[in-house]
């Protein structure tokens, strides 16, 4: 039989919240597109999302402060349990043009919609121990992008598919200093997964071991030339010589060039993981009755990922891995395990929120040490293999928002926000691995309190994106992409808290 929010009983509701704890676990595994500048999630908290995240670091009710403040798990009075759900629909469409290394167009379309529709699923649990102390935990996904563009576009050999995930298991303590303030800290396990994967231009992998031959046969003939000039070969020898060198690198050239014709296309993927260590430390200050002011800082967390990279070549390719005399100057393309280091930016976050009795009004501001990202380098095992870098080149971000409450009801709140927030990249630097761009969202939400015991509250919020430019992103073998991406992003947020 259904049973509404007003009927269920006190004993069948921590059963409904802890399947959907249960579900939100499950979940916990996947990744989202990010909302917030480049890869960074905010989305820890539908009752956040209402507001535009304006005093994350304040308490308001909100069990997500076991990670967004632990400090302000002061005001937590009692134990605390919150599940939240966040669909993220992200869209990326590309337009624009690329040529290889020659200048030649690239075959393909523009990739579709490189977006998706993921969820973010988050879990707080918070418990006062004592008058002064309070304890939390909480699970969420900081972190997290996909994209995934056609297997054939114009941009292959850039990017086909990026998934980024990391997962949190974040532990808290906060000690109320005396009426006024609240200090708190936590210990952050992190875990991270990456999936990348491009084509191979092996057209172009080609052009450059013709180069090296070309090189070579010029080396060869200058060696015989100066053979020749020392009197150690007489002329007519050293011309046969010559013509014989350079008849020979044309045909291993022009062998090359039949085995690696435009348009041959391999793939290659590596995928990784890894677990990190951080921390963070938060403040929250009452200057009033009906203010509240929250700080908090997140420690940057560094990754050693440990993975594997496989490609798939062509049949052209294989050829040549077979002959003797090339198979050793030229890049063996095989499975190899490799190491990267990936460096997770600190989050430093400013809370306000004043409360009145109809109505809470409150802001945010939180800079983003992007700067961290400069490169990402795969280091593969086999030394035949060249390592690959990726560059970034990012800078630090802000993002702000403002929003507010209204208390219609003891029962039903409304709440709404809007926000900026800064694009890491520029034209310059943006690929479309991660199109991202200045960013502007609009929100609103809304909250029933079925009892002094249980909540439900959801939220929905629509990403305005600017215009993203990208001024020639490069392939690793020197193909060349410009265009611009088409972005935009709505999210739909869900929560259920339960108070013991």
């Known amino acids: 039989m259904h049973k509404s929010f007003r009927s269920l009983s006190r004993a069948s509701r921590p059963l409904a919240l802890a399947a959907l ?41 909100d069990v997500s402060v076991v990670a967004n403040n632990p400090a302000a ?22 337009s624009g043009s690329a040529h290889d290394v020659l200048g030649r167009p690239i075959s393909g379309g523009n990739g579709g919609d490189a977006g998706t529709t993921l969820p ?42 990026t998934k980024l995930q990391w997962f949190d298991a974040t532990l808290s303590a906060s000690f109320k ?100 260590w951080g921390w963070q430390l938060g403040a929250y200050w009452k200057p009033t009755a009906k203010d509240r002011v929250g700080l908090d800082y997140r420690s940057r967390i560094t990754h050693d ?65 992007w700067s961290v990202m400069r490169q990402l380098t795969l280091n593969y095992a086999n030394p035949g293999q060249p390592n690959t870098t990726l560059p970034f080149n990012w800078r630090d971000t802000w993002y702000a928002s403002v929003g507010g409450e209204y208390y219609a009801t003891d029962k039903l709140t409304l709440r709404a926000g809007v926000s900026i927030d800064q694009a890491p990249m520029k034209a310059g630097n943006r690929d479309p691995r991660v199109p991202d761009a200045a960013r502007h969202m609009a929100t609103f939400g809304i909250g029933y309190k079925a009892s002094e015991h249980f909540e439900i509250n959801a939220s929905y919020a629509h990403i305005f994106v600017s215009h993203a430019g990208m001024n020639g992103a490069h392939s690793a073998t020197g193909d060349v992409l410009s265009g611009s991406f088409d972005d935009y992003g709505n999210l739909l947020s869900l929560s259920a808290q339960y108070k013991f």
Do not use: C
Not at 180 to 186: C, D, I, L, N
């Open 21 to 61: 704890s249960v579900a939100v676990a499950g979940a916990l595994v996947a990744p989202g597109m990010a909302h917030a500048s480049a890869f960074q999630l905010k989305e820890n908290s539908a009752k956040g999302l209402g507001r535009a995240y304006a005093g994350s670091a304040t308490a308001g009710g």
């Open 73 to 94: 798990m002061s005001d937590l009075d009692g134990t605390y349990m919150q599940a939240d759900i966040t669909a993220i629909n992200f869209s990326a469409k590309f």
């Open 120 to 161: 973010v699923p988050a879990l707080a649990i918070s418990t006062k121990v004592s008058d002064r102390v309070n304890l939390g935990l909480a699970l969420d996904v900081p972190f997290g992008f996909q994209t995934e563009y056609d297997r054939n576009w114009m941009g292959r050999y850039d990017a086909i598919k």
């Open 177 to 276: 200093i005396n009426d006024q303030w609240s200090v708190g800290a936590s210990a952050i396990a992190e875990r991270t997964n990456a999936d990348l994967t491009n084509a191979i231009n092996f057209n172009a992998v080609g052009l450059s071991v013709q180069q090296g031959i070309a090189a070579k046969t010029q080396a060869a003939v200058a060696q015989i030339q100066a053979a020749i000039a020392a009197g150690q070969i007489p002329p007519s020898v050293g011309a046969g010589m010559i013509q014989a060198a350079i008849a020979q690198g044309q045909a291993a050239a022009g062998g090359v060039a039949a085995a690696t014709p435009q348009g041959s296309d391999g793939f290659a993927q590596v995928k990784g993981n890894s677990w990190a």
């Open 305 to 369: 990922i440990d993975g594997t990279a496989n490609f798939t070549t062509t049949q052209g390719y294989d050829l040549l891995l077979a002959n003797p005399a090339l198979a050793g100057s030229i890049p063996p393309f095989q499975r190899t395990p490799g190491k990267a280091r990936l460096t997770n930016p600190a989050v430093a976050t400013l809370s306000y929120w004043h409360q009145e009795d109809k109505f809470g009004l409150g802001f945010d501001l939180a800079w983003t040490q």
